[in-house]
């Protein structure tokens, strides 16, 4: 079922795809860290991948992936700045990447709370940023990139749903069509088999139909639809 749900679900597939690329990203650094001689460096990257790992895990057996996508955005977040005080400059490049993957994993105000404090905190490594020009340059660039990723993911968010709208309702009636219906037989099953609640369907079908076409036309029709 989990599988259908990353093929079939934007949401889920997402949160995937970017725990994917980010254990992809890191893991190359987190053994070059070991080879180097930094153990520490190398076991915070070890940790935030197994961070990323399982929080993608829970997303993919969840029916409703937000928890998991709020805890991978924190996860990112808090491995960005760990990082930047430890590795300097080279950690707080990770912080573009990180505030864009915010705002594609995390909706609204939430997005919003956690790039702000990343940034805060970012801002606040003095052995990175350490003339206050610097500080206010990489608080603008940071926010810039916030803003892009904000208009992005909320146009994408919106167009997501009027295509799924599109392809779940009949535009005339806005009733849900076969694959809506199917859908939501499946959560109302899974419900009840959770709950153990009975569960019933009931189908009727309009008679004669054709006449009130006939009589009254097409329009008429489609509006007492």
């Given at each position: 079922?989990w ?7 934007f ?16 893991a190359?650094f ?13 076991v915070l990257?070890l ?9 993608s895990?829970r997303?993919?057996?969840s ?18 700045i760990a ?18 993957a915010?705002?594609?994993?995390v909706?609204?105000w ?24 610097e ?9 810039v990139?916030s ?6 993911a ?9 295509l799924e709208k599109?392809?779940?309702?009949d535009?005339?009636t ?34 004669h ?8 036309g097409h329009?008429a ?5």
């Amino acid at each position: 079922m989990w599988i259908e749900r990353l093929r079939h679900d934007f949401r889920h597939s997402l949160v995937v795809m970017f725990g994917a690329i980010a254990i992809a990203g890191i893991a190359p650094f987190a053994f070059y860290r070991f080879l180097e001689g930094q153990a520490l460096q190398g076991v915070l990257d070890l940790l935030l991948i197994a961070c990323i790992g399982v929080g993608s895990e829970r997303a993919v057996r969840s029916a409703n992936p937000q928890r998991a996508s709020l805890f991978l955005a924190i996860a990112y977040c808090l491995g960005c700045i760990a990082v930047a005080r430890l590795s300097g400059l080279a950690g707080l490049l990770w912080a573009f990447p990180v505030l864009v993957a915010n705002f594609m994993l995390v909706r609204g105000w939430r997005a919003v709370l956690v790039s702000a404090l990343t940034i805060a905190a970012l801002a606040t490594i003095d052995t990175v940023l350490a003339t206050l020009t610097e500080k206010a340059i990489f608080v603008a660039t940071s926010l810039v990139v916030s803003l892009f990723a904000f208009v992005f993911a909320s146009r994408a968010e919106h167009q997501r749903a009027q295509l799924e709208k599109l392809a779940r309702h009949d535009p005339l009636t806005g009733a849900s069509n076969r694959r809506g219906m199917q859908e939501e037989l499946e959560v109302a099953i899974a419900a009840s088999e959770r709950n153990g609640e009975p569960l019933a369907l009931f189908v009727f079908d309009l008679d004669h139909f054709k006449q009130v076409n006939d009589s009254f036309g097409h329009d008429a029709g489609d509006h007492v639809l």
